[in-house]
């Protein structure tokens, strides 16, 4: 596709239920990370994937948040058992890691927990 | 690690008066050093980088910044604010190989142009 794809763009969801948000990055690019903006927040390390390599997972706050990215390609961040600090702007960003480094934004998936 | 700072939360300007957004950062590396800008409801968007070529790096709508190892600064500027600069602006870095290659963002400058 032509930019970052996020979908949904908006979700709300009742405390204690799982959700999977997706992003599809730009092709070809090896990189992708996934970060979390709460209101008046700068933007919070998630997750980093690049290629083949193992994720690194060092950003993220608990063992209820996961993600995978299959194929290189998509990537699905799972929240399980949501509470309302969850609650946040979730953005996924992808680049050429190896070229110049330039992060390309999708618009993001703001999720709310009741 | 890599950190950065962005000394404020806010900057309010009048239009067409110059706009100085600060930012000071801290490697054990040569970084590669980002502005990036978030337009209300917008996706976030490069408006220029570092990355060790000329210290006086211009971006995108007339901004531009200068790259100060002794003062360990990346400061972003315009001459004439825009109305349509009302955005939130975030300072970035990130170390090579070896280093933390996780884009580190600060916190964020949200600019305010009045008429």
């Known amino acids: 596709g032509a930019g970052v794809s996020q979908s949904p763009s908006n979700k709300v969801t009742e405390k204690g239920k799982d959700v999977e948000l997706r992003c599809d990055p730009i092709s070809g690019h090896t990189a992708l990370y996934w970060y979390r903006q709460s209101l008046g927040q700068g933007l919070e390390f998630l997750i980093y994937f690049q290629g083949n390599s193992a994720p690194d997972k060092s950003g993220l706050p608990s063992d209820r948040f996961s993600a995978e990215r299959t194929g290189g390609s998509v990537s699905t961040l799972t929240i399980q058992r949501t509470q309302q600090e969850d609650s946040a702007v979730y953005l996924c960003a992808s680049s050429h890691r190896d070229m110049d480094e330039k992060l390309f934004f999708g618009s993001g998936t703001q999720l709310s927990v009741l | 690690a890599q950190s950065v700072t962005q000394l404020d939360s806010h900057v309010s300007v009048s239009e067409g008066t110059p706009v100085l957004l600060r930012c000071n950062y801290s490697?054990?590396?040569?970084?590669?050093l980002f502005w990036y800008v978030q337009h209300p409801n917008k996706g976030l968007q490069l408006l220029l980088k570092y990355t060790s070529a000329a210290t006086l790096v211009k971006g995108i709508n007339g901004f531009e910044a200068e790259f100060k190892k002794s003062e360990t600064s990346f400061h972003l500027t315009k001459p004439s604010a825009h109305m349509s600069d009302a955005a939130e602006y975030f300072c970035?870095?990130?170390?090579?190989?070896?280093?933390?290659?996780?884009?580190?963002f600060g916190r964020g400058t949200s600019l305010i142009v009045h008429p």
């Open positions: 970035v870095v990130t170390e090579p190989p070896g280093g933390s290659y996780i884009p580190t």
């Open positions: 490697s054990s590396y040569s970084p590669s």
